[in-house]
């Protein structure tokens, strides 16, 4: 099982080597860097031979937040034999399946993908002649399930405002926090929008809460339905509860 990422504080503020360690922390096993995405990719092709269950995401957050919430589940995915590809963003989709060629049929097949890109994921599919999805209950029934708006809000959600700015606190990053929410921009605005904006912006703040709150989000059982309904989809063993 994985360790958890949070730690108690004794209610003094971090000082800044706190705060890189828990974000080192929260990224451990990890890519990091401007060519994370691309790297975490080549690590995916690599295994893709050996797959009984391929996973399409847009990026690494869904990767990370995937395999954190697989993890929290009691999931061995590496032991199933099931690989989170993430594929550089969704107008990738098309491309990637059509590399991916025969194994498509060879392999079990799933994905996630923003509300936003859904007809990009739909077009792509029925090119690939995976299948000929015209609903988000056909794309589901494949296998492919739709976050709304994306999976920064999906867990937010989940996890609810009052346990995120607790999480932001535990992390050092609440101060941060509440000076974006005095921003004229958006100063009085959901708390729950504030959160998603501060968690996109930066590209690591983003990819360490992934982690962070789908841990939080699968260690109360509350996980965002795309995500348990895409790790359901993905099992292969159909025989597990």
Sequence with gaps: ????????TDGTPMDLAQRHELARRALDGYESGPDATTRALTSARAKMGDAAALVLVEGLSDQIALETAATGGGRDLEAERVVI???GGAHAIGRFLTEMGPLTAQV?????????????FRRALVAAQIGSPRTRADMER????????DLEEELIRA?????????????????????????????GREPERQMWRFLRSGARRNLRYARLLAEAAAGRGAL?????????AARTDRSVA
Excluded: K
């Excluded at 494949?142 to 708006?149: A, I, K, P, W, Y």
């Excluded at 996890?159 to 100063?187: I, T, Y």
């Design 108 to 120: 079990r097949l799933a994905g996630l993908y923003d509300v936003r890109e859904e007809e990009v």
């Design 85 to 87: 590809v993430p594929i």
């Design 142 to 149: 494949l296998g492919f399930h739709v976050c709304v708006d």
């Design 159 to 187: 996890v609810g405002a009052a346990e995120v700015e607790a999480l932001f606190d535990s992390q050092g990053d609440l101060g941060s926090f509440l000076s974006l929410q005095n921003q004229p921009a958006w100063r």
């Design 224 to 232: 965002p339905r795309p995500l348990a309904a895409l790790l359901e």
């Design 1 to 8: 099982m994985m360790a958890t990422t949070r730690i108690p």
